[in-house]
């Protein structure tokens, strides 16, 4: 069983950054790979980033790619989402999620937080 717990999502001006957080509990965290997804609304969930806990190799989706970085702090037991150069379209619910691989994060989810809200304001 893995817990998960976001923080963070808040209201931000276009063009700003903003760093969420994950924080992981659990039984052999180190089986596992986290990442983060969001939804907007009137849209399906979409996989952002991922992160193997143990070896720390990442995984990004091209929607992702340069502005949205994940990494991970074993000793706090938290993921981080750090988000830069936000736009509107950024808005969404954000949900950190574990899942058995890392490879297969987009499609094979075992657990989910419950979400943050980020909206970024024009």
């Known amino acids: 069983q893995v817990q998960l717990v976001e923080s963070g999502g808040k209201l931000v001006q276009a063009g700003g950054s903003l760093r969420l957080s994950c924080l992981v509990s659990g039984r052999a965290l180190s089986s596992y790979a986290v990442g983060w997804f969001r939804q907007a609304p009137g849209k399906e969930r979409e996989f952002l980033v991922g992160?193997?806990?143990?070896?720390?190799?990442?995984y990004v989706a091209d929607s992702a790619t340069g502005r949205f970085t994940i990494s991970r702090d074993n000793v706090k037991s938290t993921a981080y989402l750090q988000m830069n150069n936000l736009k509107p379209e950024d808005t969404a619910v954000y949900y950190c999620?574990?899942?058995?691989?890392?490879?297969?994060?987009?499609?094979?989810?075992?657990?989910w937080g419950q979400g943050t809200q980020v909206t970024v304001s024009s």
């Open positions: 992160i193997n806990w143990s070896q720390g190799n990442t």
């Open positions: 999620a574990a899942s058995p691989s890392l490879a297969a994060i987009r499609i094979l989810v075992q657990y």
